[in-house]
């Protein structure tokens, strides 16, 4: 799993158990991302950004500062005004072929939150769409497809997939702007655990 990754990643982290148990919240996630998106800001800056109080960010970027995930800007702010930045561009999951069961639960908490935050993003998306040009309206899909797969050309897939989206070099123009691309890869619910339920 790779999330708030920029097209031409050159650096990542591979978090520890522990590390995702921190990163596992919702607001963390999204101070991260916002930090990695456009750049250093102090607790104050985020916390109106987020609406939180000072005290609730400030409490969040120490969590996400002691697992690697954001250093303090020393070229910028003083003892006053600490300014913060994201580490690296990116936050990839080592693929374990049997994990431990707590390192199971830890990564699921963590996809349960990437899964909330990239949603809320989803819906924002969806809201600006009619403030959009026709140029980046047609760029734009919202898709999804179902086809027959065993696991091992469902993951085969998903790497070329996220492979095409690292070859990817980024415009530098005047009309370029960050684009998103989720990627969302799973068995449809109920067919593939033997739980029962009426599905979409």
């Known amino acids: 799993m790779q999330f ?87 936050t990839r999951t080592a693929r374990e072929e049997h994990p431990d069961q707590a390192t199971r639960e830890t990564l699921d908490a963590l996809v349960q939150s990437v899964a909330i935050v990239m949603t809320e993003q989803l819906q924002r998306a969806v809201e600006e769409r009619g403030q959009l040009s026709d140029e980046w309206r047609n760029a734009s899909t919202f898709s999804d497809w179902g086809i027959r797969l065993t696991p091992a050309r469902a993951r085969a897939l998903v790497q070329a997939l996220a492979d095409t989206f690292d070859d990817v070099e980024e415009d530098d123009t005047e009309d370029a702007a960050d684009f998103i691309i989720q990627i969302n890869a799973y068995p449809r619910p109920g067919t593939a655990t033997g739980s029962e339920g009426e599905q979409s």
């Not at 690697?68 to 561009?89: L, Y």
């Open 4 to 90: 708030y990754a920029a097209a031409m990643d050159l650096t990542s982290i591979t978090p520890s158990p522990a590390g995702m148990k921190a990163l596992s919240h919702p607001v963390r996630l999204r101070m991260l991302g916002l930090l990695r998106a456009e750049g250093a800001a102090t607790a104050t800056t985020l916390a109106a950004r987020l609406g939180l109080n000072t005290g609730a960010t400030s409490y969040h970027l120490r969590q996400l500062a002691q697992h690697g995930f954001v250093v303090e800007d020393t070229e910028r702010g003083n003892a006053r005004d600490r300014w913060w930045k994201a580490a690296h561009q990116s």
